[in-house]
């Protein structure tokens, strides 16, 4: 059974950098072929694909968030990680991890971790 | 990038209803489409992969079908239990991009 759990700081403030760990268990990174995936959700709103990693290490981000992103992944401990930097208002919602199966398709999610960016 | 446009933010059906979503690409995008259903509080499920291929464990009531740069989702009779928003997400190029999604609501 494949799950996932994201975990972070519940609320931070603005300039300060954002740390997401997606804790999950049933596959490994170090599979052929599986990655994982972040996504975010403002409150009331759309779905918003954030960055992949793979099992070899190659990594994918969203431009949108021009360089403020870094993926990363510690497959000894089944262990995903995102950091934002530089956050704002606009940056709180909430966070998803997800697993990316065979076939590139994101086939498990965790629960979701809330992020709130206020001073 | 890659838009994806669910032009029914939201849509109302009676149960056993045949209910359609759909999701139009900007571009080619193969059949490198999924489907998820999203419930108040929860994270997305998947539904359909790769346009067409029904999710495990997912009811077979549910279907997907592609016509060019069309692709539908179909409830072929619609449950108490299907409401809520349905997205589509295109992973044919980088940035993966989610369409705005469609909120099924019960008649």
Same mark, same amino acid.
């Given at each position: 059974?494949?799950?996932?759990?994201?975990?972070?700081?519940?609320?931070?403030?603005?300039?300060?950098?954002?740390?997401?760990?997606?804790?999950?268990?049933?596959?490994?990174?170090?599979?052929?072929?599986?990655?994982?995936?972040?996504?975010?959700?403002?409150?009331?709103?759309?779905?918003?694909?954030?960055?992949?990693?793979?099992?070899?290490?190659?990594?994918?981000? *969203?431009?949108?968030?021009?360089?403020?992103?870094?993926?990363?992944?510690? +497959?000894?401990? *089944?262990?995903?990680?995102?950091?934002?930097? *530089?956050?704002? +208002?606009?940056? +709180?919602?909430?966070?998803?991890?997800?697993?990316?199966?065979?076939?590139?398709?994101?086939?498990?999610?965790?629960?979701?971790?809330?992020?709130?960016?206020?001073? | 990038d890659i838009q994806m446009?669910?032009?029914?933010?939201?849509?109302?059906?009676?149960?056993?209803?045949?209910?359609?979503?759909? !999701?139009?690409a900007s571009q080619d995008i193969?059949?490198w489409?999924?489907?998820?259903?999203?419930?108040?509080?929860?994270?997305?499920?998947?539904?359909?992969?790769?346009?067409?291929?029904?999710?495990?464990?997912?009811?077979?009531?549910?279907?997907?079908?592609?016509?060019?740069t069309?692709?539908?989702?179909?409830?072929?009779?619609?449950?108490?239990?299907?409401?809520?928003?349905?997205? !589509?997400?295109q992973?044919y190029s980088n940035p993966w991009t989610?369409?705005?999604?469609?909120?099924?609501?019960?008649?």
């Amino acid at each position: 059974q494949v799950t996932l759990k994201e975990s972070g700081p519940g609320i931070l403030q603005p300039s300060q950098t954002l740390s997401l760990t997606c804790t999950f268990s049933g596959f490994s990174l170090s599979t052929y072929g599986m990655g994982v995936g972040w996504i975010r959700q403002p409150s009331g709103k759309g779905l918003e694909w954030l960055a992949n990693i793979w099992w070899d290490d190659d990594k994918y981000y *969203n431009p949108s968030l021009k360089n403020r992103l870094t993926i990363s992944k510690d +497959t000894s401990n *089944n262990q995903a990680f995102l950091k934002i930097t *530089n956050v704002d +208002t606009a940056d +709180t919602a909430t966070y998803y991890c997800a697993r990316i199966g065979l076939g590139d398709v994101m086939d498990a999610w965790g629960q979701g971790a809330s992020v709130t960016v206020s001073s | 990038d890659i838009q994806m446009t669910q032009s029914l933010a939201s849509l109302s059906a009676s149960l056993e209803e045949i209910v359609t979503i759909t !999701c139009q690409a900007s571009q080619d995008i193969g059949n490198w489409l999924a489907w998820y259903q999203q419930k108040p509080g929860k994270s997305p499920q998947l539904l359909i992969h790769s346009a067409t291929s029904l999710a495990d464990g997912i009811p077979s009531r549910f279907s997907g079908s592609r016509s060019g740069t069309q692709y539908s989702l179909k409830i072929s009779r619609l449950q108490v239990e299907d409401t809520g928003i349905y997205y !589509c997400l295109q992973r044919y190029s980088n940035p993966w991009t989610f369409g705005g999604g469609t909120k099924l609501e019960l008649k």
